[in-house]
């Protein structure tokens, strides 16, 4: 597999807090996506960050990409109950057609 | 629209029926992907197509085939549907050429095999 185990996990918050999900990657990668996927919904892009950046921020997002380290994190900041939903961080694989998927961080957010 | 529509979105079969989930594309992707969905497996990649009858396996293509005759289309076939097939399918496009940055995915089919 191209992730590590830490990206299975559940984490439940209170709303208004700030949460940071990681992943670490086994081979070099030039991409890593960001997904969110919501009860119900297929997957969705939140974030995109590249090799040369070593954070990229959207709204309340804020992605890191530590080549050195292989690993890479997603921050929410000032959580809704609206963020509940499982992560998923991916990359291209050595077939760049394909992206392989991490199993995904359960986050639930109390309202 | 920037849509990706799966049809349908329920189905329940019985061991040994066939099946076809069917998925649409607007956005004149050329690459699309079909993807299983199980907890505690995440998304595992069943097959994908680069255009119109240029398919090739994933990961996991045993007991599935597909069929692109349409770049906007994109089929599922599982003939002779087994009880380990339930699951959650789902189909994405991308843009696709080099390196794929983004996947849009649709909604899904939730496949129950009884």
């Known amino acids: 597999s191209q992730w590590g185990e830490e990206n299975l996990q559940a984490l439940s918050i209170q709303e208004g807090e700030d949460v940071t999900m990681n992943c670490s990657y086994k081979?070099?990668?030039?991409?890593v996506q960001w997904y969110r996927q919501k009860s119900g919904k297929g997957p969705a892009q939140l974030i995109l960050?590249?090799?040369?950046?070593r954070e990229k921020r959207s709204g309340r997002l804020r992605a890191t990409l530590d080549t050195s380290s292989q690993s890479s994190s997603l921050s929410i900041t000032g959580t809704l109950a609206t963020d509940t939903a499982v992560y998923f961080c991916?990359?291209?694989?050595?077939?760049?057609?394909?992206?392989?998927f991490g199993k995904g961080t359960h986050l639930h957010v109390l309202p | 629209d920037m849509k990706v529509t799966q049809m349908p979105r329920y189905l329940i079969k019985r061991m040994g029926e066939n099946v076809l989930l069917e998925c649409g594309q607007d956005?004149?992707?050329?690459?699309m992907y079909w993807y299983r969905q199980d907890p505690g497996l995440g998304l595992q990649l069943i097959y994908i197509?680069?255009?119109?009858?240029?398919?090739s396996e994933g990961d996991i293509p045993k007991g599935y085939r597909v069929s692109r005759k349409k770049r906007e289309h994109f089929s599922l076939i599982l003939d002779s549907a087994k009880t380990n097939q339930t699951s959650v399918y789902f189909c994405?496009?991308?843009?696709?050429?080099?390196?794929?940055?983004?996947?849009?995915f649709g909604h899904g089919t939730k496949l129950s095999v009884l």
């Open positions: 960050i590249r090799s040369n950046e």
């Open positions: 197509s680069y255009d119109v009858d240029s398919n």
């Open positions: 994405a496009s991308s843009p696709g050429t080099g390196v794929v940055e983004r996947l849009f």
């Open positions: 081979t070099y990668t030039t991409v």
């Open positions: 991916a990359t291209p694989d050595t077939n760049a057609y394909k992206v392989i």
């Open positions: 956005m004149s992707h050329e690459t």
